[in-house]
């Protein structure tokens, strides 16, 4: 009989993050044909320049959100992933998603200060 209670093996957790990371990726990349795809449209196509400022906005603040959410959840499942490894008395923990997650903290910052910035410039 198994007298362990609970399992705290690698393998509760070992898919989690790259399928995180692929979805990150491809929502990414969606937003970015988003972007470039809005600002030709309002480059080339539309002579109003102050809707077509307005939907950059907007875009950006979109944007913002998403870099700012998946910052913050590479971070938290870091964390929850290294305090598992300590738990199953593994040495060596992998702080690389944080890394990363910090990073896309900092540049959803970036783009929540671009947006600020652009509505300073552009008051409706």
Do not use: C
């Not at 995180?20 to 480059?43: G, W």
């Not at 307005?54 to 998946?70: D, R, Y």
């Not at 944080?98 to 540049?107: Q, R, S, V």
Request: hydrophobic share 50%; charged share 15%.
């Amino acid at each position: 009989m198994n007298n362990q209670i609970l399992n705290l093996t690698n393998r509760l957790l070992s898919g989690l993050q790259a399928n995180f990371m692929h979805i990150f990726y491809v929502l990414l990349v969606l937003f970015i044909l988003i972007l470039v795809y809005d600002f030709l449209r309002i480059k080339y196509l539309n002579n109003d320049a102050k809707e077509g400022s307005s939907i950059l906005i907007e875009v950006l603040k979109i944007i913002s959100k998403l870099f700012i959410a998946t910052g913050f959840g590479f971070i938290i499942s870091n964390i929850v992933t290294v305090m598992l490894n300590q738990a199953t008395n593994r040495i060596d923990p992998n702080w690389n998603n944080l890394a990363f997650g910090i990073i896309l903290l900092f540049i959803g910052i970036g783009f929540k200060q671009g947006r600020k910035q652009l509505q300073k410039e552009n008051p409706n």
